[in-house]
């Protein structure tokens, strides 16, 4: 089993929509990043959260840390076809030195 | 600033051979990690090289090695290649660990046959 599970696997939705994809783990992670890659790239870094209950916002991707530690979530507002890609989360587990990586969400836009 | 170099980009191997992937990091960044990517597996963590020393490493097996030289470029080796190797292979490079920002290459992709 993953460290990290993410859900959904896949989603497709329609420009405009809003969606929400989740990150979760039993353990306590001291920091968890998303990327997002697309085909024939590496992944791209989006955000880092390293508090409890951390919110970010870089445009219409808002970010949250949970609580305890555990899991985050991604919420995009009105998708658009760029967003397109594979979302992957990533955490370091608390006293580790590596991030480990979730399995992704394949995200398509349709226009 | 250039970013993060792999060669080479494509790379078809013969089940028994063994084959070495180069990772280039981006000036000034001192940790490398190696990731394995499938499409069943995801990302797995390979190992992570820091100032020539690996400082930590994932569930692979003996034939999974690598290394870092002075100029922080890292290179990996898979030998005796089966099938189950053939993925995307990518590193990542960041200034002190990958807590911090961390920058990929386009990978290398490894078909064996």
């Known amino acids: 089993t993953q460290l990290l599970e993410q859900s959904p696997q896949f989603l497709s939705i329609q420009e405009g929509e809003n969606l929400t994809v989740y990150c979760n783990s039993s353990s306590v992670f001291s920091s968890l990043q998303w990327y997002r890659q697309e085909p024939g790239e590496g992944p791209v870094l989006l955000v880092t959260?390293?508090?409890?209950?951390e919110v970010k916002k870089l445009k219409r991707l808002t970010f949250q840390f949970g609580d305890a530690r555990k899991d985050s979530s991604l919420h995009i507002t009105a998708a658009q076809p760029g967003d397109t890609g594979l979302y992957l989360c990533a955490g370091d587990e608390y006293n580790n030195n590596d991030m480990r990586f979730g399995a992704g969400t394949r995200l398509t836009v349709k226009p | 600033k250039a970013g993060v170099t792999q060669t080479p980009r494509y790379l078809i191997k013969t089940r028994g051979q063994q084959v070495t992937l180069s990772c280039s990091p981006i000036s000034g960044h001192r940790s490398v990690s190696w990731y394995q990517q499938t499409p069943g597996q995801g990302l797995q963590f390979l190992f992570e090289?820091?100032?020539?020393?690996?400082?930590n490493k994932g569930n692979f097996p003996g034939r999974f090695s690598g290394r870092q030289f002075s100029n922080s470029r890292s290179e990996m080796n898979v030998s005796t290649l089966e099938l189950g190797d053939s993925a995307l292979y990518l590193c990542?490079?960041?200034?002190?660990?990958?807590?911090?920002?961390?920058?990929f290459g386009q990978g290398t992709r490894l078909t064996v046959v």
């Open positions: 990542a490079s960041s200034y002190q660990n990958l807590n911090t920002e961390a920058f």
């Open positions: 959260v390293v508090t409890g209950g």
């Open positions: 090289y820091f100032s020539e020393t690996q400082r």
